[in-house]
């Protein structure tokens, strides 16, 4: 069975689909961050140090990296369906045992699978979610899909919070169980059941390298901050270079690497893979520095942060309306170009909140006004990369992208909490400041900024059959 079972064509309703997909993508984005207000509960249970547990929240992150490339070949052979809800059942699963985890050995091993789950989960749904939407209403079935997505990095903290003031920490993991038995059921009826064939093989060695440089590229950041030593900074340089070259060297034995970096040569998924890593590295790390600049460097409390990063996950859900329309206006060039800047301009603004005068009603319009055109961005981005491959590397595509994002979430949350660190150390102080934490929303604004040049390289009429832009132009 191949992939021409197309649910959801031009004139199906592609929305129960894209939602699906959408709220597996939150209830991954959401388990990576809504652990961090309740570390120290159990570190106090668990009789640990807190910094101790910092591996929790990176075992998942590498978790939900490296297992990523496995998702196309399991669905290849055995099915969309039964893959994606095989890894909603795993989470599930996980979920249970973390909250039933009486160590920090156990937990950390149970958020191992946990994250193991949720990478075979997004890149499944979204492949099945492309090849079954017809190209003209693939903007809006993506916008559909990443909009839940958005909201769950926001409300991951937050709700963290609450439940571990309000209940316990084990309350943290028990949520996932009904939203994933849902989720399961809804699966058993909407997921199609597509074999899809891939164009890569599954090779250990290449397999296991690249775990281990992923694990070393995620991992050593954050080592290196804590050893306090300049030395580490260059012994983690030359290892990440040598693992790279290794990497790269058992590739081009390969006639069909699990990697496809051959499809970079399409300029429309090149813009869209450097573009959307690019702007992730900043807006992913949004909301884990804007809280700690808003409580450490401003004084506000935890209920004020996470308001305000509810608000302005909230302004998403009105720009996938509008995506659409705006792209056919202008076209995929135009508004990544225009709306690039505006992202930009967005990350600055939180650097300006530093300079005294900024009330918190303010900073979160100033939020709402940025998550609003983060999201057309980041709407757009998800669709262009798709915009001229052929079916048989539509798979491909989603383990790279997928990959590449993670990776760039990852990489800017490290980065920013090494920048903070850094800037305080240099002016000698033993606690950040708020100018600390701006030094760092600069430095990912110049980062979302590179994307520009990739935008610029695509032609006038880049995705015309998604947006309809090229077509009422002819």
């Not at 050995?105 to 890149?123: E, H, I, K, T």
């Not at 081009?252 to 450097?274: E, K, N, Q, T, Y």
């Not at 800017?412 to 400041?433: D, H, K, N």
């Amino acid at each position: 069975m191949h992939a021409r079972h197309t649910q959801a064509a031009d004139g199906g309703d592609f929305r129960p689909l894209a939602l699906l997909v959408g709220s597996a993508m939150f209830m991954e984005q959401l388990d990576a961050t809504v652990i961090s207000p309740v570390i120290p509960d159990i570190a106090l249970q668990f009789g640990v140090d807190p910094l101790s547990l910092n591996l929790t929240m990176t075992i998942y992150l590498l978790c939900s990296l490296i297992f990523i490339p496995l998702s196309g070949l399991l669905a290849a052979r055995w099915g969309s369906r039964t893959t994606f809800c095989c890894s909603i059942s795993l989470f599930v699963v996980s979920s249970a045992l973390c909250a039933m985890a009486t160590g920090p050995v156990a937990l950390s091993a149970y958020r191992a699978l946990q994250g193991a789950a949720a990478a075979l989960m997004v890149p499944v749904g979204r492949n099945v979610l492309i090849h079954a939407t017809g190209k003209g209403k693939l903007v809006q079935a993506l916008a559909w899909m990443v909009t839940p997505a958005m909201l769950g990095p926001m409300l991951g903290p937050p709700l963290g919070g609450l439940l571990g003031t309000y209940l316990s920490w084990h309350w943290v993991f028990w949520v996932n169980v009904p939203v994933g038995i849902m989720g399961l059921l809804a699966a058993r009826r909407i997921m199609p059941e597509l074999r899809t064939p891939v164009a890569s093989v599954f090779d250990l060695r290449e397999w296991l390298l690249l775990s281990v440089l992923l694990a070393w590229a995620v991992m050593g950041i954050d080592y290196v901050r804590q050893a306090d030593a300049p030395g580490w900074a260059i012994a983690y340089a030359l290892v990440l270079a040598a693992l790279l070259a290794a990497c790269r060297g058992y590739r081009r034995r390969l006639a069909r690497p699990m990697l496809d970096f051959s499809l970079l040569r399409v300029p429309s998924f090149a813009a869209g893979f450097w573009g959307g890593s690019l702007v992730r590295v900043g807006y992913g790390a949004l909301p884990f520095l804007l809280p700690l600049m808003l409580q450490l460097g401003l004084g506000y409390s935890a209920v004020h942060s996470g308001l305000v990063l509810l608000i302005g996950g909230t302004t998403a859900m009105f720009a996938k309306t509008l995506t659409a329309g705006l792209l056919a206006r202008w076209g995929f060039r135009h508004i990544l170009i225009g709306n690039g800047w505006i992202c930009t301009a967005g990350l600055a603004a939180c650097a300006s909140f530093a300079v005294p005068g900024w009330g918190l009603a303010a900073i979160a319009a100033t939020m709402a006004v940025s998550g609003f055109f983060r999201a057309i961005q980041f709407n757009a981005l998800s669709a262009i990369a798709y915009a001229d491959l052929p079916p048989e590397k539509v798979a491909s595509a989603t383990t790279l992208n997928t990959m590449a994002w993670q990776l760039a979430v990852a990489l800017g949350i490290a980065a920013s909490a090494l920048v903070v660190e850094w800037t305080a150390a240099l002016y000698g102080r033993q606690a950040p400041l708020a100018q600390d934490y701006a030094v760092a929303f600069i430095l990912l604004a110049l980062v979302c900024l590179a994307g520009w040049p990739c935008y610029r390289a695509l032609p006038e009429h880049a995705g015309a059959e998604l947006s309809g832009h090229g077509r009422k132009a002819t």
